[in-house]
């Protein structure tokens, strides 16, 4: 079992960045690939980025590489989203999943657990 808290969410003017992190309970966060996905209104659910457990892998999406960036400190139990260069359609509700499944994968229905996600608002 593990549960998921995001944080660092907040507004911020186009152009500007956030640092987004994730932090879980559990004694087994090093055996689980991480992501970030989103989900702005209206829209459906989006994946952002992915990460092993061990973060010797990660992978982006088209939208983002370049701009952000996912890493994970194993010993503090977290993952991050470097976001920069934030644009104002990259406003959605972000959320860190994670999943057992070995290697990295891109389909949210492969995530198990998920936390409340973290606002992000990019103003023009």
């Known amino acids: 079992q593990v549960q998921l808290v995001e944080s660092g969410g907040g507004l911020v003017q186009a152009g500007g960045s956030l640092r987004l992190s994730c932090a879980a309970s559990g004694r087994s966060f090093s055996s689980y690939s991480m992501g970030w996905f989103r989900q702005a209104p209206g829209k459906e659910r989006e994946f952002v980025a992915a990460?092993?457990?061990?973060?010797?892998?990660?992978y982006y999406a088209d939208s983002v590489k370049g701009r952000f960036t996912i890493s994970r400190d194993n010993a503090k139990n977290t993952v991050y989203l470097q976001t920069n260069s934030l644009k104002p359609d990259n406003t959605a509700v972000y959320f860190c999943p994670a999943t057992n499944r070995l290697g990295l994968t891109t389909r949210q229905y492969d995530y198990r657990y998920w936390g409340q996600g973290t606002q992000v608002t990019v103003s023009s």
């Open positions: 990460i092993t457990w061990s973060g010797g892998y990660t």
